[in-house]
């Protein structure tokens, strides 16, 4: 007789939940991306849904909120994301244009203050230092 092969378990629960998690941040991803904002909110609050203590897909979908004109529910999106991961230098960016544009002067200032601590020599720092001083 021969041997039989025992066949490979059954992915668990939790692990199509984690799958799931990954697809619909990928795709969040690619839709912020593209710009496609209407599908990024989507495919973020999804990945959000599926994993509430991703800082990434809280920034994402704080920054299709945003984009949308939702400010008060990006910064709400953008606060969260902060306090998971407060070394996302793009999170503390995206707070910081959201407050700016809610008109909390110093929420702002405060924001790319720390984005700057976090990337001195980023794409934006430049400009972000530029803004700083016309908040001052």
């Given at each position: 007789p021969t041997p039989r092969t025992p066949s490979p378990a059954a992915p668990s629960p939790d692990d199509l939940r984690a799958a799931e998690a990954r697809r619909a941040l990928d795709q969040c991803e690619s839709a912020s991306r593209a710009r496609r904002w209407s599908d990024a909110l989507d495919r973020c609050e999804e990945a959000v849904r599926l994993d509430s203590r991703n800082a990434h897909a809280l920034t994402l979908l704080g920054?299709?909120?945003?984009?949308?004109?939702?400010?008060?529910?990006?910064?709400?999106?953008?606060d969260r994301a902060v306090r998971l991961n407060s070394r996302s230098a793009r999170a503390w960016l995206?707070?910081?244009?959201?407050?700016?544009?809610?008109?909390?002067?110093?929420?702002?200032?405060?924001?790319y203050r720390r984005y700057l601590e976090l990337t001195p020599e980023g794409r934006r720092a430049d400009e972000i230092r530029a803004v700083l001083e016309g908040l001052q």
């Amino acid at each position: 007789p021969t041997p039989r092969t025992p066949s490979p378990a059954a992915p668990s629960p939790d692990d199509l939940r984690a799958a799931e998690a990954r697809r619909a941040l990928d795709q969040c991803e690619s839709a912020s991306r593209a710009r496609r904002w209407s599908d990024a909110l989507d495919r973020c609050e999804e990945a959000v849904r599926l994993d509430s203590r991703n800082a990434h897909a809280l920034t994402l979908l704080g920054e299709a909120a945003f984009a949308t004109d939702d400010v008060r529910r990006a910064i709400g999106l953008l606060d969260r994301a902060v306090r998971l991961n407060s070394r996302s230098a793009r999170a503390w960016l995206a707070l910081g244009g959201a407050r700016q544009d809610a008109g909390d002067r110093s929420g702002a200032a405060a924001a790319y203050r720390r984005y700057l601590e976090l990337t001195p020599e980023g794409r934006r720092a430049d400009e972000i230092r530029a803004v700083l001083e016309g908040l001052q």
